[in-house]
């Protein structure tokens, strides 16, 4: 082992989440579709933020959570993204260190401001997110940590950044990177890649190799395959990477792995909260897992435990002790 090297490097957005609770008429006032993603500009998200209600300010971005996820596991846990030197910056640095997550990425100067996404949370637990990105989509392969990327075991890539040009470059040299060091690479999918003129690129990435596990919720695994159902989209994808993990919120999720399928039922919930980060806390129990040498089972059992932990309160990343729960 390299000294200091990582369980889990992540690349992604770094975001700080601003959550807030209301009516399903305080969506539509706003012209919100419920459960869905958009992006805003910064003069769109100030708009809204001023409608809010009280809101919580945490850290985020989908692989910083899963990222979080992994160090309360006991892993060691590094992420890469792109902040600017601002209030916010200042505080999504200061979470990410006190969560033990190995976080060096210097703030820019010049540009856009450290990225918020505005998520309203209605009372059947959905969440309607609402994304300005601001700086982190301004990371470059430049500003790649390649020492950090070569030690970990595992690269997880996050799909929300694969949209603008120089992210996605970065995330394709950390791909290579990783492989050069014979080292795994992960990719989780976001529902905004399998449009039209955007799963074309993703699509040939992964057939070209440069992805070892992907994950997609159930949707995004029928809009990427272009298949009617979900049986048609597994024969599609699964042959293209090594694992194929599948959530499907309460029915559970699955895994494929060298033609052999494996699902597990959704980890009991006394009350869903808020299913804000619930993707990214299963690949976080599932990478964990992974990295510990799990069996496919227990990876999908861990990931399964860890998103039950987070939708049972508000916020994205974890409240209870982790270890206790998953016990990998």
């Known amino acids: ?44 998200a100030d708009a809204l933020y001023a409608a809010m209600g009280p809101a919580r300010e945490i850290s985020g971005g989908s692989a910083a959570n899963s990222m979080a996820g992994v160090a309360a596991l006991g892993l060691n ?36 401001p450290t990225g918020r996404c505005l998520i309203i949370v209605t009372p059947d637990a959905q969440r309607t997110m609402n994304t300005c990105p601001g700086a982190s989509h301004e990371l470059t392969p430049q500003r790649l940590d390649e020492q950090m990327i070569r030690s970990a075991s595992i690269t997880f890539l996050e799909g929300y950044l694969w949209g603008p040009e120089r992210p996605r470059h970065a995330m394709l040299r950390a791909a290579q990177m990783a492989h050069e060091a014979e080292r795994t690479v ?30 997609a919720n159930e949707d995004e695994a029928l809009l990427l395959a272009g298949a009617g159902d979900l049986d048609s989209a597994i024969a599609k994808l699964s042959p293209l990477v090594s694992t194929l993990i599948v959530t499907r919120g309460p029915a559970g999720a699955l895994g494929m792995e060298a033609g052999h399928r494996v699902e597990v039922p959704a980890a009991h919930v006394e009350k869903v909260v808020d299913t804000t980060g619930a993707g990214d806390l299963f690949a976080a129990g599932f990478l964990a897992a ?14 399964s435990q860890a998103a039950a932990e987070v939708i049972s309160h508000f916020g994205a990343r974890p409240e209870a002790n982790l270890k206790d729960l998953v016990r990998l």
Do not use: N, W, Y
Request: net charge negative; proline share 6%.
């Open 186 to 215: 992960a990719f989780t999918l976001s529902e905004s890649l399998c449009i039209p003129g955007r799963k074309e690129g993703v699509l040939g990435m992964i057939e070209g190799g440069m992805i070892d596990v992907l994950f």
């Open 77 to 112: 846990a590094g992420f890469i993204g792109q902040v600017a030197d601002d209030q916010l910056g200042d505080i999504f640095a200061h979470d990410m260190k006190s969560l033990g997550v190995r976080f060096e990425t210097p703030p820019i100067g010049d540009g856009p």
């Open 290 to 303: 992974r990295c510990r040498a799990r069996p496919l089972q227990r990876c999908l059992e861990a990931g």
């Open 1 to 44: 082992m390299i000294p200091g090297a990582l369980d889990i490097v992540a690349i992604g957005d770094a975001i700080v989440d601003v959550i807030a609770t209301a009516e399903d008429s305080f969506l539509q006032a706003h012209g919100l579709t419920k459960g869905s993603m958009q992006l805003l500009t910064p003069e769109q």
